[in-house]
């Protein structure tokens, strides 16, 4: 079965950063886009960053554009979001998703999904 497992989430003060891991098995996951989304106590689910299956395109939130990086590794079987200058809003559990198409993630339409990783950001 293929699973996702994110790792890296604590808690940071504002204007530190943070790495998120997202380890896949099961499968080789190097033709899917994968992606991160949060989602903060009683608010939707909100798209955060994505990658393309070849790696060449990269797309984020304007709410955390020039501060997140997303990539991946397919070597490894893994994408991690690299977080910088975090600020209080940026609290929230962060999944890692997958699908097979860039469009069907954006439109939350996963083949596969982690647990998340909780990430709080103190003022």
């Known amino acids: 079965q293929v699973q996702l497992v994110e790792s890296g989430g604590g808690l940071v003060q504002a204007g530190g950063s943070l790495r998120l891991s997202c380890a896949a098995s099961?499968?080789?996951?190097?033709?899917?886009?994968l992606g991160w989304f949060r989602q903060a106590p009683g608010n939707v689910r909100e798209f955060v960053a994505a990658?393309?299956?070849?790696?060449?395109?990269?797309y984020y939130a304007d709410s955390v554009k020039g501060r997140f990086t997303i990539s991946r590794d397919s070597a490894k079987n893994m994408a991690t979001l690299q977080m910088n200058s975090l600020k209080p809003d940026d609290t929230a559990d962060y999944y890692c998703?997958?699908?097979?198409?860039?469009?069907?993630?954006?439109?939350?339409?996963?083949?596969?999904w982690g647990q998340g990783t909780q990430v709080t950001v103190s003022s």
């Open positions: 998703v997958a699908a097979r198409m860039y469009r069907s993630l954006r439109h939350e339409e996963y083949d596969y």
């Open positions: 099961g499968r080789t996951l190097s033709s899917y886009a």
């Open positions: 990658i393309t299956s070849g790696g060449v395109s990269t």
